[in-house]
């Protein structure tokens, strides 16, 4: 019984880090919408007529956050959603992997 409690468990955290990990990008750019305005317009601006929407701006964006610009602003409630951005999908696969490990030695 414990076995299996553990496996939907790592189950589930992964679940888990994976939906924090796709929801935070949204989270950091309110943030920078909000209080930083001059670096949010870097972000957003293409150096046409037309601001950056829709994919161009989820590209841009996950570009930035792969970048040591995050780290650059020094504001603590960005950076920790940074980091927990950064680290949530190494340990959903983690999880992940440990729950198929579980799966496959229970299986010989």
């Known amino acids: ?5 553990v ?6 955290i992964g679940l888990a880090c994976f939906i924090t990990h796709a929801v935070l ?6 943030h920078l919408r909000e209080d930083y305005p001059q670096h949010w ?7 046409g007529a037309q601001a950056a ?6 590209l841009r964006m996950q570009s930035v956050l792969r970048s040591p610009a ?12 940074w980091r927990t951005w950064r680290y949530s999908q190494w340990l ?17």
């Open 92 to 108: 959903a696969w983690g999880c992940w992997l440990a729950a198929l490990a579980m799966q496959w030695h229970s299986r010989s």
């Open 53 to 58: 929407h829709g994919p161009q701006l989820w």
């Open 25 to 30: 990008p949204f989270r950091i750019a309110k």
């Open 1 to 5: 019984m414990i076995p299996v409690v």
């Open 70 to 81: 995050i780290a650059a602003i020094d504001d603590a409630a960005i950076t920790r959603l």
């Open 41 to 47: 317009r870097v972000i957003v601006d293409t150096g």
């Open 7 to 12: 496996y939907i468990g790592l189950l589930l």
